[in-house]
């Protein structure tokens, strides 16, 4: 929920991002000249620069307008917790007046994706020229539409639990491509059904997100199951590493393995998949990119809410 901190909150983040964004800049030149790959400088480069081709810059400005139209509705939700073998699961369900703790707005503005990281995600994927992404957790569709609106009119599959909020995000997929699609049902069992699918036509995943069921377990299951199917170069997205102890553990694991080149942006850890390129190299620059710390503000707010989900 919004609170009167907010404002100077984000005027704080803010001016944090543009003292910091000149040493970033010159971290990251440092970094590709040592391997980090070239692919991925313009996205990154955004991260410091704040500047966007003007096509993004375009995606962009319609996709907030379709935030501002989802979080100015009247619907409200409540969390609904159950347990699964990859840890507990919150998923949004309608409420009415009386027991709603999420309004739309919060949908839209805090649990979505902002744009600056929205925009990345978008520059992530034209990095990729992909044609095939794949996301883990569509929410109201608002990253799903970053995806969508790359240049190469890709082939958007997000996977979403939660009935009431899958119908938001095909709505905003649909504002922005004919190539998206919204399925609904728990990652554990969507994920292997879908990815089934596209291996019988011969489609390999470009980009994968993965932004829901954030527990340590959870990620390291969905991130192997997915890369089983990746093309030959291949990323995968990872958000909220910084989140909880566990997605901190989950991101030091996946990021020291042999197969993959992994890059910490901060609030996103990359996972670059490049066949026939050396890997086993990890690169920082996440104290550049914001305040980042494992378990801060976030998750205190995000337990508090958990516990008054399962009362
Ligand atoms: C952080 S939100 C996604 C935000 C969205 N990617 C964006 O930035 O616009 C995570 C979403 O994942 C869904 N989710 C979480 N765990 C899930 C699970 N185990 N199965 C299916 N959906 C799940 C939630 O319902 C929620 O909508």
């Known amino acids: 929920m919004r609170t009167l901190l907010d404002v100077p909150r984000r005027m704080v983040r803010g001016t944090m991002e543009r003292l910091l964004a000149p040493f970033g800049a010159r971290a990251l030149e440092r970094m590709i000249e040592d391997g980090l790959p070239a692919r991925l400088a313009p996205a990154l480069r955004f991260l410091f620069s704040g500047e966007a081709p003007a096509a993004a810059e375009e995606a962009a400005c319609t996709i907030e307008g379709l935030r501002a139209q989802i979080a100015a509705r009247p619907e409200a939700y409540r969390f609904a917790v159950s347990d699964s073998a990859l840890g507990p699961v919150r998923l949004a369900e309608r409420a009415g007046k009386t027991n709603a703790v999420v309004t739309s707005?919060?949908?839209a503005t805090s649990v979505s994706v902002p744009k600056r990281w929205g925009v990345f995600l978008h520059l992530c994927a034209e990095a990729f020229d992909a044609k095939t992404i794949l996301e883990m957790g569509a929410c109201v569709g608002i990253s799903s539409a970053y995806f969508a609106s790359i240049r190469s009119r890709p082939h958007v599959i997000t996977l979403e639990g939660s009935p009431p909020l899958a119908l938001l995000a095909r709505e905003s997929l649909a504002a922005v491509s004919d190539r998206g699609?919204?399925?609904?049902?728990?990652?554990?069992?969507?994920l292997v059904v879908t990815l089934d699918r596209l291996a019988e036509t011969g489609e390999k995943v470009d980009v994968a997100f993965v932004d829901g069921h954030h527990e340590e377990a959870a990620t390291?299951?969905?991130v192997e199951t997915i890369s089983r199917h990746l093309a030959g170069t291949a990323l995968?997205?990872?958000?909220?590493?910084?989140l909880y102890e566990g997605m901190w553990r989950a991101w030091q694991t996946l990021s020291s393995g042999s197969s993959?080149?992994?890059v910490n942006a901060g609030r996103f850890g990359l996972l670059v998949y490049e066949r026939g390129r050396p890997a086993g190299r990890r690169y920082d620059l996440a104290r550049y990119t914001g305040r980042w710390r494992v378990g801060g503000e976030r998750a205190r707010i995000l337990a508090e809410e958990r516990a008054r989900d399962r009362a």
Do not use: K, R
Not at 181 to 190: L, M, N, P, Y
Not at 236 to 242: A, E, H, M, R
């Open 105 to 107: 707005d919060h949908l």
């Open 181 to 190: 699609e919204v399925i609904v049902g728990a990652f554990e069992e969507t």
């Open 220 to 222: 390291l299951h969905y």
């Open 236 to 242: 995968i997205i990872l958000d909220d590493i910084y």
């Open 260 to 262: 993959v080149i992994a």
